[in-house]
């Protein structure tokens, strides 16, 4: 029994050390281990791999990936960064620019800003194709001009009392349709997704009259279309206190760790240490420090669970995302296997 516990730890934890980390490397590979049937199966990785959704918010997604291998999250990963369509702006057609801004620089940083709009109502646009349609092409002006504000006080030197408009913000777009949009998208709110990005500062005097066509793309034609900001994952932390840790040792191991991760309980009288939420620990190996605890914690990640965290620039729903995670493929030397069979769950915020 304990050489298979051992085996299964070799197999299924990477564990931190004091001065290395052990078990790095992937060995559940066909015929490694007597006893273990580890040759790749379609149902079996069907049935164990798993999305969890963690914490959907403004701006940030959090998801579990369960029953995958490191390549395989990181094709994901990849995936959310190259491959999930969005809107960005593609033309910029500069009638009067009379900024410090040159127009060069203008239109690209108005093709950074991110877009709310929901690229599955479009088409992408033929190369080639100079024109817009409807169907693949959203529209936006950015029409302004500064001027002085006649009900400054004289001795004011603020900028925000002398002039109107002196600060051009993406709120200033305004989407044109094109075409019958009307029409196709009644309800539709399309604009930026941030009202504060600011794009130029202007004096009396000084405009802006742009007109901008907006298309599908991915991020792998170019980083304007990526709908993450960034995209990264960590293997789930697992921490094992080997023998109960009391008093002023609970304490000290609780300091140890990150806030949330230790938690101390009243047990007849003593303060009783426990492992009350492992995945919010950082794994800063400060319990390493201490002679009388760093043999009784054994710290380690969890091989084949990934927590995958998107810093997103615009708002894709969480089907959205997951959507397009099931819609990759898995490549062999015999086929392209979709995974369409992916469960997916969703748990409360306060899970975290």
Not at 13 to 35: A, K, S, W
Not at 211 to 219: A, E, N, P, R, T
Not at 283 to 289: D, I, L, M, Q, W
């Amino acid at each position: 029994m304990a050489a298979k516990r051992g085996t299964d730890e070799m197999r299924d934890r990477v564990v931190l050390g004091e001065f290395g980390v052990h078990n790095v490397h992937t060995t559940d590979f066909p015929g490694n281990y007597p006893g273990y049937e580890d040759a790749w199966d379609r149902r079996r990785f069907e049935e164990a791999f798993r999305v969890d959704i963690i914490r959907e918010e403004e701006g940030a997604l959090e998801f579990d990936m369960v029953g995958i291998d490191a390549a395989i999250a990181n094709a994901f990963r990849r995936i959310l960064l190259a491959e999930v369509p969005t809107m960005a702006v593609e033309k910029v057609f500069v009638y009067n620019n009379t900024s410090i801004v040159q127009d060069e620089i203008l239109a690209h940083r108005l093709g950074l800003i991110p877009i709310r709009a929901d690229p599955r109502l479009f088409e992408y646009r033929n190369q080639g194709d100079e024109e817009g349609t409807e169907i693949d092409t959203l529209q936006f002006q950015l029409k302004i001009k500064c001027s002085r504000n006649p009900q400054a006080a004289k001795e004011s030197s603020d900028p925000n009392e002398l002039y109107f408009n002196h600060k051009v913000y993406s709120k200033h777009m305004t989407w044109v349709p094109l075409g019958n949009q009307t029409d196709l998208f009644p309800d539709a709110d399309f604009r930026p997704v941030h009202d504060d990005i600011l794009i130029a500062l202007l004096r009396p005097g000084q405009e802006i009259d742009v007109l901008m066509h907006c298309v599908k793309g991915i991020g792998k034609d170019h980083a304007k279309f990526s709908p993450v900001a960034t995209a990264s994952y960590r293997l789930l932390p697992d921490i094992t206190l080997l023998q109960p840790i009391e008093d002023e040792a609970a304490e000290m191991l609780q300091k140890c760790f990150s806030p949330g991760v230790i938690e101390i309980q009243n047990i007849k009288g003593k303060k009783v240490a426990r492992v009350a939420n492992a995945r919010l620990d950082t794994f800063s190996r400060e319990v390493f420090r201490h002679e009388g605890l760093k043999n009784l914690v054994r710290l380690a990640r969890v091989r084949n669970h990934y927590i995958c965290l998107c810093s997103q620039s615009w708002q894709p729903r969480c089907s959205d995302i997951c959507l397009s995670l099931q819609r990759a493929r898995v490549s062999s030397e015999t086929a392209t296997i979709p995974l369409l069979s992916a469960s997916v769950k969703y748990f409360p915020a306060h899970c975290m």
